[in-house]
């Protein structure tokens, strides 16, 4: 194992880590993200000096915004917000980005599924319309982790809440693949 793939080694096994306690309980623990952000963030300084402890804080700071709004819009938890923010933390950020991109594409289409599979397009309309609103109110009303959490307690939940960390899994995994066939296709 070379130095440069201890990042991806950690944040793999963060994810994984990670998906598992979405999966099963709809929750990503602070006692995971805080030391993935902090670590990231030592690991860059330590390596890198302070070139690599700035870089890796603005794209622990990108990580964090890329999920921010969403989070005040009530889509995602908060554990959300702060395992991106560590993956950004030991990724950087133009990968940090790239996750989330695949991440996003990945949940949309988890979303797609379980909307036609549950025969919930009519609720989904009203959902997004309210979504707007949010959306055109989030400067007055920031934060609406009680609206994720009610929905995590029902029974239902299941067809209801989306765990992002496995979508975080699948996007990671996605550039990975990616990037092995690429690297394959070059002498």
């Known amino acids: 194992m070379d130095e440069s793939s201890v990042p991806l080694i950690v944040v793999l096994l963060a994810v994984t880590v990670s998906t598992a306690t979405d999966l099963w309980k709809f929750k990503i623990h602070n006692a995971l993200t805080f030391p993935l952000l902090v670590s990231g963030v030592a690991y860059h300084g ?6 690599g402890l700035g870089e890796s804080l603005a794209s622990a700071l990108f990580g964090f915004s890329a999920l921010i ?4 819009m009530g889509g995602v938890g908060a554990g959300d917000v702060k395992l ?6 030991w990724l950087g950020w133009p990968v ?6 695949a991440s996003a594409l990945a949940c949309g289409l988890y979303a797609l599924v379980v909307i036609l599979a549950c025969g919930r397009v009519r609720e989904t309309w009203i959902n997004f319309q309210i979504l707007w609103y949010r959306l055109a109110a989030v400067g ?19 067809t209801r809440v989306i765990p992002y960390a496995a979508m975080l899994a699948i996007g ?4 990975m693949a990616l990037a092995l066939f690429l690297r394959r296709g070059t002498p």
């Open 84 to 89: 991106l923010a560590g993956i950004g933390a």
């Open 46 to 51: 330590c390596t890198e000096g302070m070139t």
């Open 69 to 72: 709004v969403f989070f005040a």
């Open 172 to 175: 990671l995994m996605s550039l």
């Open 140 to 158: 007055k009303h920031l934060g609406a982790e009680e609206q994720v959490e009610e929905e995590v307690g029902r029974a239902d939940r299941r």
């Open 96 to 101: 940090t980005f790239l996750v989330f991109i």
